[in-house]
């Protein structure tokens, strides 16, 4: 009896299709058509019917005749295969208008495997089982389906269903291992989820795990860089379920067992720019001012809010461009050299920045503005910034309106 062919394909994370071990490409990438025909055929074990496959190809093309342009693909298949060193064979299996791989050929499908895997596990009864198997359904996802591809309709339901897939089976590791309190496992699957998915929000399952292992410090860096890749890429604040992880990790830290000094040493020796404004995150921005609130309502002291707008010359807000990008990194700079050391700042928005200035009048925060526009490198920059001011309102320092201010003052004004 003949050995059967096994064809061995993976789809997930990046496409590998080999034979006895060797991988092999026909034509010259993964992404032609007739590469695209050959794993539809892998991907789909009961085929597609004919339609189906010319949809899947030409819809988004002007083909005058689609019909006869899957015929010639087809040919070319079939020609390609033995010439990669396959046997020789008919691996294309067409009847009643639907076409196959060839039912003697064994094809491993990864992506298939882990849509299997993982509709067991999610579908197991036994907590202690349901985590082994969808332990294991998760190691068999690697990334996206058929990433290069993602601009074709049937690539992108299948990457969006098996997407959804791995993240049930996440989700469901890490709330079956918070109740175990296996902290450990719920690090070590929301981190990889993380590296594959950055912006779903994994960090929060990944920040928890953290903290509570006692790995203060990477849980404060993962929170930092969290906080600055939602704002960059997305311009976006981090979300509440992170900030909550923030108040606990707050509350481990004030349980530590550290004697005064050495928490002084530990402030101490924090990195900080010492010249200039002090520049924090905006969330930071936020508690931090409602603090100052409370103080300087005590010590009568006057303070003022600057918003400074970066606009497009003509006072509309400027949107996101590289010019965007080079104005906020020297208005940023601008600001700290022109501000004191005792008044703080932040970025809001991607075209944003908001000054608090201690202890100033009015006419006090024009000569600030005016030191700002001196900072820029050229004196046509101080054109695109807009600058509008509002004094600090400190009866509301200490209730639930505190902010309020702040927020309709950048609000407003966006």
Request: hydrophobic share 35%.
């Amino acid at each position: 009896m003949e050995k059967s062919i096994k064809i061995k394909a993976k789809m997930l994370g990046n496409v590998e299709i080999s034979y006895q071990g060797k991988p092999f490409t026909i034509e010259r990438n993964n992404t032609t058509k007739v590469n695209q025909l050959f794993q539809m055929l892998l991907y789909f074990p009961n085929g597609l019917t004919r339609d189906q496959i010319m949809y899947n190809l030409f819809h988004n093309e002007e083909i005058a005749d689609p019909s006869n342009s899957l015929r010639a693909l087809v040919f070319r298949l079939r020609r390609a295969l033995p010439k990669v060193g396959l046997p020789e064979e008919d691996y294309v299996y067409v009847k009643r208008g639907v076409y196959k791989i060839n039912p003697s050929i064994v094809v491993d499908c990864d992506a298939i495997e882990f849509e299997e895997a993982a509709k067991k596990a999610l579908a197991c009864e036994d907590a202690k089982e349901q985590l082994r198997l969808l332990q294991a359904a998760c190691d068999m996802y690697t990334g996206d389906f058929l990433p290069g591809l993602s601009g074709s309709d049937w690539v992108i339901t299948v990457q969006v269903r098996l997407k959804k897939l791995y993240d049930r089976c996440v989700k469901q590791i890490c709330e079956l291992s918070i109740v175990s309190k296996d902290f450990k496992t719920v690090y070590e699957v929301s981190s990889r989820a993380n590296n594959f998915y950055p912006y779903d929000g994994w960090q929060t399952y990944e920040m928890q795990a953290l903290i509570e292992l006692g790995k203060s410090k990477e849980a404060l860096k993962l929170y930092e860089d969290t906080e600055n890749l939602m704002f960059e890429e997305l311009g976006v604040s981090i979300s509440p379920q992170m900030t909550r992880q923030l108040d606990l990790l707050g509350g481990q830290i004030k349980n530590s067992t550290d004697m005064i000094s050495e928490v002084k040493k530990n402030l101490d020796t924090s990195k900080e720019d010492i010249e200039g404004a002090f520049y924090c995150t905006y969330p930071n921005f936020v508690e931090s001012y409602r603090y100052i609130k409370r103080v300087i309502k005590r010590s009568g002291q006057a303070a003022w809010l600057m918003l400074c707008t970066i606009t497009d010359g003509k006072g509309f807000a400027l949107d996101s461009s590289d010019r965007l990008t080079t104005l906020a990194e020297e208005l940023s700079e601008a600001i700290r050299l022109a501000a004191r050391g005792g008044d703080m700042y932040a970025r809001y928005s991607n075209n944003q920045f908001i000054v608090l200035l201690l202890d100033i009048t009015q006419e006090d925060c024009v000569l600030v503005q005016a030191r700002i526009n001196e900072n820029l490198s050229k004196e046509s920059r101080k054109r695109y910034i807009k600058y509008n001011v509002a004094p600090v309102n400190l009866q509301s320092a200490g209730t639930d309106e505190d902010t309020r201010e702040l927020n309709d003052m950048i609000q407003g004004e966006k």
